[in-house]
């Protein structure tokens, strides 16, 4: 079972904070966390699955501000998939064209967050926060293409998704129960 856990660098604290605690009780019901390395959004997912499996993707060595977590992570240019992930990438962008080998490199990660490495594998849902409520920057780009699979997003900007997501929560650890 895996979820992406994933946002914008500008997620406000006490956002951040809503998903260091729902990253907990994920990795305590068994949940893998994907998430993109990134500081804000991406950083409070890792920090709450600490001691939970994680599966962290980045563009390149030393995207993470912490070696240890660095270390870890799965580069995605690292990967066999990692073509095949920027041919999907590039269905999914708005314009993809204008987009500098970083940011396809970026984008190849974000793919991997829904996908998973083996890009067969898509999360069962997304928490995330973008400063719109929609899709919006880096992170619209995995929004778009979870949406195009059908996989749910709890975009915790709107306040309705983050009741719901404390909610599905509590029903998820009562079915465990």
């Known amino acids: 079972m895996t979820y992406a856990g994933i946002g914008s660098r500008e997620t406000p604290p006490d956002v951040c ?14 949940y893998t966390l994907r998430s993109g390395g990134a500081a804000g959004a991406d950083e409070a997912f890792r920090l709450g699955s600490a001691g939970y499996p994680q599966q962290i993707f980045t563009p390149w060595r030393g995207f993470i501000r912490d070696p240890a977590a660095d270390a870890a992570a ?23 064209s204008a987009c500098s080998p970083g940011a396809r490199k970026l984008h190849a990660r974000n793919v991997m967050q829904i996908l998973g490495k083996d890009l067969c594998t898509p999360s069962q849902f997304v928490i995330c926060w973008t400063k719109t409520g929609g899709p919006y920057g880096g992170t619209g780009q995995a929004l778009r293409l979870a949406a195009g699979l059908g996989v749910p997003v709890w975009n915790l900007k709107l306040p309705q998704r983050r009741q719901a997501l404390a909610a599905m ?3 998820l650890e009562a079915l465990r129960a």
């Not at 904070?17 to 068994?30: I, S, T, V, Y």
């Open 17 to 30: 904070e809503d998903m260091r605690l729902a990253a907990r009780r994920l990795g305590q019901l068994g």
């Open 169 to 171: 929560l509590a029903n």
């Open 74 to 96: 799965i580069v995605v240019t690292e990967c066999d998939t990692y073509h095949d992930a920027l041919r999907i990438a590039e269905k999914f962008h708005p314009n993809w």
